[in-house]
């Protein structure tokens, strides 16, 4: 268990709805990442959040946005759905002390289903 | 931009070593990390190289050359649980943002 958790597990709805993923970070961290995983596909960087704010920008669509709130959980939202969206989600999170790196810790993800 | 290069598939023996290497060009570097990821769960963390040589742990290890854009995971005294896919991800920053590959299935025989 990486103390990321990650809300719904699953989800399947139709092309055109939208809907939101929740994440929690692991006590402690600042940063939020978000990643798509497509079948037999990497991870594609979504977003990284800071303490807050957005810290860096990935290869998100216009039709997704992601916010971090007071209390340090995260919220992806995709809305006018594609069958292309089909995909896992994963959310993680690290410490941010920068110079040093800090490994991610990924959550179990969220299999979304558009049907 | 940046890209990663790795091979898809890799097929070993129980008891082998495995070398999965991994290309890269970027337009910043700070790092190389390797992530473990076997079917239906999480990625988990495996090593981390910022400097150039080899950096081991247990059965793992991972190297780097910078001057090459090169770096690989060696996996030694292969065991069945092993078998999952490996992505290789750079840090192009001082943050802590990855850029992951495509990613290589590994598949462990007996």
């Known amino acids: 268990d990486s103390g990321v958790t990650q809300t719904p597990k699953h989800l399947i709805t139709a092309t055109g709805q939208r809907v939101t993923l929740r994440c929690s970070p692991r006590?402690?961290?600042?940063?939020v990442y978000w990643y798509q995983q497509s079948l037999d596909q990497g991870l594609q960087f979504l977003i990284q959040y800071y303490n807050g704010e957005e810290r860096a920008k990935g290869n998100i669509l216009e039709r997704f946005s992601a916010q971090q709130f007071p209390d340090l959980h995260s919220e992806l939202n995709l809305s006018s759905l594609e069958l292309g969206d089909s995909a896992l989600y994963f959310c993680?999170?690290?410490?941010?002390?920068?110079?040093?790196?800090?490994?991610?810790?990924f959550g179990p993800g969220t299999r979304l289903t558009v049907l | 931009g940046q890209s990663l290069e790795q091979p898809s598939e890799v097929t070993a023996v129980e008891g082998a070593i495995v070398q999965i290497n991994c290309t890269y060009q970027?337009?910043?570097?700070?790092?190389l990390s390797w992530y473990q990821q076997h079917d239906g769960g999480a990625p988990t963390f495996l090593s981390y190289n910022a400097l150039d040589g080899l950096e081991e742990t247990g059965r793992f290890s991972s190297f780097l050359s910078r001057s090459d854009s090169y770096g690989y995971l060696l996996l030694q005294e292969l065991q069945m649980k092993d078998s999952a896919s490996y992505f290789c991800a750079v840090r192009i920053y001082a943050g802590n943002m990855l850029t992951f590959g495509g990613g290589t299935r590994l598949m462990v025989k007996p």
């Open positions: 970027t337009s910043g570097f700070y790092g």
């Open positions: 993680a999170s690290s410490v941010e002390l920068a110079p040093s790196y800090n490994e991610q810790f």
């Open positions: 006590s402690g961290d600042l940063s």
